[in-house]
């Protein structure tokens, strides 16, 4: 994010607090309870927003991991492709016989 796009939401936020607190007075809300009132939106907008960041690096769906993973996918694709077909042979009995060893041993427990 660049500092202009946190500057823009920075305001974007006061500025829907400030419609909040002027929505509360048209309601008919005094001064107080409006600015309580808009202050309860604002933390649970805030507070929703912050879930969502949290949701997404628990569950690593951010934009980070997503890239990280597809670059990872990327470069096995192609070392695969340039292998020859003996190594791709030879790398495909690795795997079934790690397959093998890893179903005996989960039977053996």
Do not use: C, H
């Amino acid at each position: 994010m660049r500092r202009i796009d946190a500057i823009a939401i920075m305001v974007a936020f006061f500025g829907f607090g400030g419609v909040a607190f002027w929505a509360f007075r048209a309601y008919g809300f005094d001064a107080t309870n409006a600015g309580v009132w808009s202050q309860v939106v604002l933390v649970g907008v805030l507070l929703a927003w912050i879930s969502t960041y949290v949701f997404r690096a628990v569950t690593q769906t951010m934009t980070y991991n997503q890239q990280l993973d597809d670059y990872k996918k990327a470069v096995l694709a192609k070392q695969l492709e340039e292998m020859s077909p003996e190594d791709r042979e030879k790398l495909l009995a690795e795997v079934e016989a790690e397959k093998k060893l890893t179903q005996n041993a989960v039977k053996d427990e």
